[in-house]
Nanobody
Framework: QVQLVESGGGLVQAGGSLRLSCAAS????????MGWHRQAPGKQRELVAS???????NYADSVKGRFTISRDNAKNTMYLQMISLKPEDTAVYYC??????????WGQGTQVTVSS
């Protein structure tokens, strides 16, 4: 059973930057799609960015130009570089991996808080 562990969250002022990491306990080659999702208090979880094994990348409109998703297969790690952070980016950020059989794996989440 592969586990996903997020890190890198924290408290930052508006305009600041953070880099989230998602480390897998096994090979991320098992995931044909990986992504970052977030859930703010009282809101539904939403997809922030995704990256396919073939390299195709998608971003939510709200983060385009500010967030960059990447994956390092050799390190079995996925990243989310976030710049120009806004208070509305405050949420718990979750790492997700989806296999070719559509089985989802989730991390435990990491809190990102952006103060105004």
């Amino acid at each position: 059973q592969v586990q996903l562990v997020e890190s890198g969250g924290g408290l930052v002022q508006a305009g600041g930057s953070l880099r989230l990491s998602c480390a897998a306990s096994g090979s991320i080659f098992m995931f044909n799609l990986m992504g970052w999702h977030r859930q703010a208090p009282g809101k539904q979880r939403e997809l922030v960015a995704s990256i396919a094994s073939g390299g195709r990348i998608n971003y939510a409109d709200s983060v385009k130009g500010r967030f960059t998703i990447s994956r390092d297969n050799a390190k079995n790690t996925m990243y989310l570089q976030m710049i120009s952070l806004k208070p509305e980016d405050t949420a718990v950020y979750y790492c997700n991996g989806r296999t070719i059989s559509n089985r989802d794996y989730w991390g435990q989440g990491t809190q990102v808080t952006v103060s105004s």
